[in-house]
């Protein structure tokens, strides 16, 4: 099956990470082959002694990553992904956000730089 077809049918896996410096997005198919790559550059800033990316920064941030990938996909395939076999979504080692049971922040996005 060609890339364009695993696009189309939602015949793909679509992994995010949000590194300390960039978010990174890849597409690939079922046999591991890179379809589509997008970025988001971002950078933490030091409030109130901790380190952190507000939470605004982490939506803003995700919404770029995925921007550039569809816009990578539309470029190669000519059309818009608009399901995908699965999603995977990692973070930063020793960073965490935590929240309520109703979905509120109860602290600010604490990363590697406070350990």
């Not at 978010?23 to 790559?37: F, H, P, Q, R, S």
Request: proline share 2%.
């Amino acid at each position: 099956m060609n890339g364009k077809d695993c696009v189309s049918q939602g015949k793909t896996a679509l992994g995010i990470e949000f590194g300390s410096t960039r978010i990174k997005g890849v597409l690939i198919d079922y046999e591991g082959n890179v379809l589509a790559t997008g970025t988001y550059d971002w950078e933490n800033s030091l409030v109130n002694g901790i380190w952190t990316y507000g939470l605004d920064e982490v939506v803003k941030g995700l919404q770029g990553c995925y921007a550039a990938l569809k816009k990578d996909v539309q470029a190669k395939y000519d059309i818009t992904p608009t399901t995908f076999g699965a999603i995977g979504i990692s973070a930063m080692m020793h960073g965490y956000i935590t929240f309520d049971g109703e979905g509120n922040q109860l602290a600010p996005f604490r990363t590697w730089r406070n350990t």
